[in-house]
């Protein structure tokens, strides 16, 4: 029979707050709800109500990680962008030459952008705008200056294999993202496009010196 206590004691939920891998956890689940909602129905469709059901939390729970939507949309676009930084880190694109690299990253960027995912992210960022002008216009800008620098990264990275060095890194990234987004919001199909990657190559293969 003590026995029988002893293992119910130890099964049994201890009280207290959650620790920090707990909270950390709890909070990547609503994450993740969130952004399932946002993929399935849209930003309008997300409330909190919605996502304490979606994410199998108490809105007590949410409320203490995330104050209001704006900030849930912040938190999540954070979220989406770092794993797509790990994706890329892990799995960086390799080819037969400098500018077959440089289509490659091309190609693969702007794929990303008109999937499923990258239009949710786009228009979790067009919500903010109407829902709050302002933090609308500090995503942009901090959306703006993370992706630049993972580009610019993944730009240094080629050149340094190639034997090259790339000239105003971060003009380059910047100029580069700008035209690789603006391709894949404007094209009615990335995959019927291939030349494409490979003109935009050949145009900024030209900013590289070659470093003897």
Do not use: C
Not at 47 to 56: P, V
Not at 112 to 135: H, K, N, P
Not at 188 to 210: C, G, M, Q, V, Y
């Amino acid at each position: 029979m003590a026995k029988k206590q002893e293992k119910a004691s130890l099964n049994k939920p201890q009280g207290g707050r959650p620790s920090a891998a707990e909270s950390a956890l709890i909070s990547d689940r609503i994450l993740e709800a969130a952004w399932a909602i946002v993929l399935e129905e849209g930003p309008d469709a997300l409330t909190f109500d919605k996502l304490a059901t979606k994410a199998s939390a108490g809105k007590a729970t949410i409320y203490a990680r995330f104050t209001d939507k704006i900030g849930l949309a912040r938190a999540m676009l954070e979220r989406r962008i770092a794993l797509v930084e790990e994706e890329f880190d892990a799995d960086l694109p390799e080819a037969a030459s400098l500018g077959a690299e440089l289509a490659l990253l091309a190609d693969r960027i702007a794929s990303m952008m008109a999937d499923s995912e990258g239009r949710a992210l786009e228009r979790m960022v067009d919500w903010m705008d109407i829902a709050d002008a302002q933090a609308g216009l500090q995503t942009r800008a901090w959306l703006y200056g993370r992706s630049a620098g993972m580009i610019a990264h993944h730009l240094a990275n080629i050149a340094a294999r190639w034997g090259s060095r790339l000239v105003e890194p971060t003009f380059v990234a910047r100029f580069w993202l700008e035209s690789v987004f603006g391709h894949a919001r404007m094209s009615t199909s990335i995959d019927t496009t291939p030349d494409w990657s490979r003109r935009h190559a050949k145009i900024f293969e030209s900013l590289f010196e070659r470093v003897d």
